[in-house]
């Protein structure tokens, strides 16, 4: 995106390193991106393992499924906007493996946006809950 210094987005994600997963792109036009096409997760590992900030994924429902699957995931979080919709692809589909998640943090905005952040802890174990409804409304 241009920065014309009137899109702190734009500003923020041109002037920091970028990598892309991908078997098709070998030649990203936007600056400071590095293709990751071969030993993913590897390179996923070794980005994780330097210090000086966080890797963020956004938009792409495909490459966090994958990440998920490969434990390369520290922190997921999700916003829900208060619509339904009723067609698209699922960020979590029916064949998907089991995941257990501790909650973080959750915050709603004025509007109805809820923003969760949850740490994958692992496999779900399965097993008898009761729902304490005193904090529900």
Do not use: C
């Not at 096409?37 to 994924?57: I, N, P, T, Y």
């Not at 956004?58 to 997921?76: P, Q, Y």
């Amino acid at each position: 995106m241009a920065d014309r210094g009137i899109n702190p987005i734009a500003a923020a994600l041109n002037s920091r390193p970028k990598y892309v997963a991908s078997t098709t792109l070998t030649e990203p036009r936007w600056v400071n991106t590095t293709v990751l096409s071969s030993k993913v997760a590897a390179a996923v590992g070794e980005l994780r393992a330097k210090s000086g900030g966080e890797l963020q994924v956004h938009g792409s429902g495909a490459l966090i499924r994958w990440l998920l699957d490969n434990d390369l995931v520290d922190e997921l979080n999700l916003l829900i906007f208060p619509v339904i919709v009723g067609q698209g692809t699922r960020l979590f589909p029916d064949n998907g493996q089991d995941r257990a998640l501790e909650l973080l943090e959750s915050q709603a905005t004025p509007r109805g946006v809820t923003i969760q952040a949850y740490r994958p802890t692992g496999r779900l174990q399965v097993g008898t809950a009761t729902a304490d409804l005193k904090h529900v409304r």
